[in-house]
């Protein structure tokens, strides 16, 4: 059986016991959305060769293309991100209005659909009417899960901690020198790390004063080159605030199986792909083996301490596999099929649908002009999916967070 991406247990035993008692409905909905993966193959014998989706699990909406920092590991604006050069005016025009997103929750609802909604981008707080979608969404009974580069996170943590359910905070360095080194500002002088310390100190005070479960504070944390070696010290600075800590192996794909990507997704769907050439990079150049070490010694902390528990994603078991990860884009360690395409919906800035989330080049719909539900199930998304099942993932998958992580 294909390999699937966990929630770690650690969170799942310290922090749903608290969950359940203080929203029943939410901790449900993450749990059957694990439950759903893990069971794909017993609800689907034949594989799923018919294309059709189950119902809705997870939203995906990257908000907004605008973003306050050039990460070097982002395939957006990173070092070779897809969106590096394009008009910074054209990409806010294009972004989907406010009224366009809450037509679509309805009619989400109406579907009878209840699913997760995770809004990223980009950088969610630079898209103006974020609270008011997020209260919306709220009001009708479903979760939201933000991603944010800490950005404005605290002066508006009543809105936080009234709407969302799980806060993932960018946090790439124990200090200011070696975060804002991996994680630097579109202008020279901003400080993230300031503001990421700021949002975590303030959302968990806040937490706190209230007695409450959530949201779920989870900083998402890359190791590169720029960490690695720091990876504990940056676990001990998460571990003051936070409920776990994911850290990615960084998403990555090198130029050999970059064009091969180009080549079957164009034999399959006829035309060429771009997004994927944002992720080309050489992650080659450290110790890689050094991370199975530094993981050893952060699960023996949260043991210590019981509370964080640090999740990998790909969750590796060893030195070697995590050497591979880095240094052979082939490998893929058991994650061969992509479930995620079956329950999840990605949205993109403009309002494109499709169905992954880093590797968005295949649209099956537009949600200014089309219904979801029938996007959702519509002639291109069977069409992807039948090609998905019938020929295997593409060379992009094997380092994406669809797959290997949630």
């Known amino acids: 059986m294909a390999t699937r991406s966990r929630i770690s247990p650690g969170l799942l035993i310290r922090q749903m016991a608290a969950a359940l008692s203080d929203d029943r409905a939410t901790s449900f909905r993450f749990m059957r959305y694990q439950a759903t993966k893990e069971t794909f193959n017993l609800r689907h014998p034949l594989g799923a060769k018919h294309g059709k989706g189950d119902a809705v699990q997870l939203i995906g909406l990257r908000i907004t293309d605008m973003c306050n920092l050039r990460c070097h590991t982002c395939g957006q604006w990173g070092d070779q991100g897809y969106l590096c050069g394009q008009s910074l005016r054209e990409l806010k025009q294009r972004e989907v209005p406010i009224e366009v997103y809450k037509r679509l929750v309805d009619q989400v609802v109406e579907a009878g659909w209840s699913p997760i909604w995770y809004i990223w981008g980009g950088e969610p707080m630079l898209y103006g009417g974020l609270f008011e979608l997020m209260h919306y969404i709220t009001e009708r009974g479903m979760p939201v899960s933000l991603v944010s580069n800490g950005t404005r996170i605290a002066e508006n943590a009543e809105d936080i901690l009234a709407t969302c359910k799980i806060l993932h905070v960018s946090l790439d360095g124990p200090t200011a020198e070696i975060h804002n080194a991996q994680r630097p500002g579109a202008s020279a002088s901003?400080?993230?790390?300031?503001?990421?310390?700021?949002?975590?100190?303030?959302?968990?005070?806040?937490?706190?004063?209230?007695?409450?479960?959530?949201?779920?504070?989870?900083?998402?944390s890359c190791l590169s080159q720029y960490n690695a070696d720091v990876a504990v010290d940056l676990y001990r600075f998460a571990n003051q605030y936070a409920d776990a800590q994911i850290f990615y192996l960084t998403w990555w794909i090198d130029q050999v199986s970059a064009q091969a990507h180009s080549e079957d997704f164009e034999r399959r769907f006829g035309f060429a792909p771009e997004t994927h050439h944002g992720w080309v990079g050489?992650?080659?150049?450290?110790?890689?083996?050094?991370?199975?070490?530094?993981?050893?010694?952060?699960?023996?902390?949260?043991?210590?301490?019981?509370?964080?528990?640090?999740m990998m994603m790909p969750n590796l078991k060893n030195r070697e596999q995590i050497q591979r990860y880095y240094t052979d884009h082939t490998a893929t360690f058991g994650y061969d099929q992509?479930?995620?395409?079956?329950?999840?919906?990605?949205?993109?800035?403009?309002?494109?649908?499709?169905?992954?989330?880093d590797y968005h080049d295949y649209v099956i719909g537009n949600i200014k002009t089309d219904a979801i539900a029938e996007i959702w199930n519509g002639p291109a998304a069977l069409k992807f999916r039948r090609s998905i099942s019938e020929q295997g993932i593409m060379p992009a998958c094997r380092r994406c967070c669809g797959l290997m992580g949630f």
């Open 282 to 310: 050489d992650w080659k150049d450290f110790d890689h083996g050094v991370i199975f070490d530094k993981f050893e010694q952060m699960r023996a902390l949260s043991n210590e301490t019981q509370r964080c528990p640090p």
């Open 190 to 220: 901003y400080d993230n790390f300031a503001d990421v310390q700021s949002a975590l100190e303030t959302i968990s005070r806040r937490k706190a004063e209230k007695g409450l479960a959530f949201p779920y504070l989870i900083p998402l």
């Open 338 to 357: 992509c479930v995620s395409i079956y329950m999840t919906l990605e949205i993109d800035s403009n309002g494109d649908v499709g169905l992954c989330r």
